[in-house]
């Protein structure tokens, strides 16, 4: 079976450009949460989705970040402009209802802003 | 209150010994408590879980024990073996609400 699927895995950008990270979820999984992992920090929630729609975005750290579900089957996590301080792993991970609560996460895109 | 506070932030043992690591928490409302292990480079994924209603959960060598009345849980590896070498975070999140909270992690080594 496919896990949720990030891309890209890796990417090295310029301060002031603008970082698009992509999510494929698990198939039937019907929310979709965003992570950023930092050693700082460690695992925060940014924002999080049911069927498509926004939940809890409390932890979108400013305007910069933006986040869109247009479908069930992909999400994109945006920054613009980047900073250097938003460099990190993002991860995105999926759920389902019946699931326990157990959250399936993806491989991470490691994003490195200079 | 949506607080996990995990130690300790690093930990090393040798190979057969036990690993423990601490969790508390604040909110009483939390009623699913997970452990997930994190290899270099990859996702966190489940390792084993817990709800309150219980004070033990064993899978083979990894053991959740759960003190509801301190708002406390532990993970314990027992005979630890250098596979185990991962970063382990603690979270809570309550049923169907699906907002889960981690711990700071715990890096995990077994030297051979």
């Known amino acids: 079976d496919a896990g949720v699927i990030q891309s890209p895995r890796h990417e090295v950008t310029e ?25 700082m920090r460690g695992l925060e929630l940014l924002i999080y989705f049911n069927n498509n729609v926004p939940i809890d975005d409390s932890g979108m750290p400013e305007d910069r970040f933006s986040a869109k579900m247009p479908n069930a089957s992909f999400s994109t996590l945006k920054i613009q402009p980047s900073e250097p301080r938003d460099s990190a792993v993002y991860f995105c991970a999926s759920s389902w209802r019946s699931s326990g609560n ?5 491989e991470g895109s490691w994003l490195t802003v200079v | 209150q949506q607080q996990v506070k995990q130690s300790p932030q690093s930990l090393i043992v040798q190979k057969g010994g036990i690993s423990i690591i601490n969790c508390a928490y604040e909110n009483t409302a939390f009623d699913y408590f997970p452990w997930y ?45 250098p596979g185990d070498s991962a970063t382990y975070f603690c979270a809570a999140s309550i049923t169907g609400g699906f907002k889960t909270i981690f711990g700071a992690g715990t890096r995990l080594f077994v030297k051979a």
Not at chain 2, 51 to 75: C, H, M
Request: charged share 20%.
């Open chain 1, 15 to 39: 301060m002031g450009q603008e970082v698009t990270l992509r999510c494929k979820p698990i198939s039937g999984h019907d929310y979709l949460f965003w992570y950023r992992q930092t050693m």
């Open chain 2, 37 to 81: 292990q994190q290899f270099p480079g990859k996702g966190p994924a489940l390792l084993i879980a817990i709800r309150p209603d219980v004070s033990e959960k064993k899978e083979g060598r990894f053991t959740i024990s759960f003190n509801k009345s301190a708002k406390q849980f532990s993970l314990h590896i027992m005979d630890s073996q």
């Open chain 1, 102 to 106: 157990t959250i399936y996460f993806g």
